[in-house]
């Protein structure tokens, strides 16, 4: 299985990036799919998910109006636009399928899936 993210960058505050992560070696479309991403100095956290048909979404509350996650199934790719950024959103973003269960209880605790991609670094300059 892997997972390729990309799209990070440099943006200054109150920019946009869309990142993208493409899908190889599972059946993608049976799978909750998300991003987390991790802050230097901090731990890894949940910042969007995705149900398998993308009917239903969940976001951590700090980018909920500024965030939107979707996916293609037909390109076996989840996407993460991120809008009006602000400099505690630099983080290395990760994209993961969760699994093939949707509980929003799991999100916010420690976090788990199944498969990770490696990360795309998001800069946001103040």
């Known amino acids: 299985v892997q997972l390729q993210a990309s799209g990070g960058g440099l943006v200054q505050a109150g920019g946009s990036l869309r990142l993208s992560c493409a899908a190889s070696g599972l059946t993608f479309g049976g799978y909750v799919m998300g991003w987390f991403r991790q802050a230097p100095g901090k731990g890894r956290e949940f910042v969007a998910a995705?149900?398998?048909?993308?009917?239903?979404?969940d976001y951590t509350d700090s980018v909920k109006g500024r965030f939107h996650i979707s996916r293609d199934n037909a390109k076996n790719t989840v996407y993460l636009q991120m809008n009006s950024l602000k400099p505690e959103d630099t983080a290395v973003y990760y994209c993961?399928?969760?699994?093939?269960?949707?509980?929003?209880?799991?999100?916010?605790?420690?976090?788990?899936?199944?498969?990770w991609g490696q990360g795309t670094l998001v800069t946001v300059s103040s």
């Open positions: 993961a399928a969760i699994g093939q269960i949707w509980d929003t209880t799991q999100f916010m605790g420690v976090p788990e899936a199944k498969y």
């Open positions: 995705i149900k398998w048909s993308g009917g239903s979404t």
